[in-house]
């Protein structure tokens, strides 16, 4: 089962294309340029559509979704942690 994807293999989130991620599963992860799958342990629970970190980055990091530099991380985020408004910021403002 495929529980999130990513555009490229340089991201560093992914989207979670499944309801019910908790804190503990093992998600599997579908890389779409190389067609290969990765694995991640969740360390929160995730909603679907939202992000799952796939490195761990520190404040004033750049966050890659995509390809593209989507923000920055305004608190650390852990390999498999939930990424969203709450640690991601824009650096338009």
Do not use: C
Not at 5 to 24: P, R
Not at 59 to 83: E, F, R, S
């Amino acid at each position: 089962m495929i529980h999130f994807v990513l555009h490229d293999a340089s991201d560093t989130v992914a989207v979670v294309v499944v309801e019910g991620v908790k804190s503990g599963d093992s998600l599997n992860g579908w890389i779409m340029d190389e067609d290969r799958m990765v694995e991640v342990r969740a360390q929160s629970d995730i909603p679907i559509g939202h992000k799952v970190a796939l490195k761990d980055m520190a404040v004033g990091d750049t966050v890659v979704k995509y390809g593209i530099d989507m923000g920055k991380v305004v608190q650390p985020i852990a390999v498999g942690q939930h990424a969203h408004v709450h640690n991601i910021k824009t650096k338009r403002w």
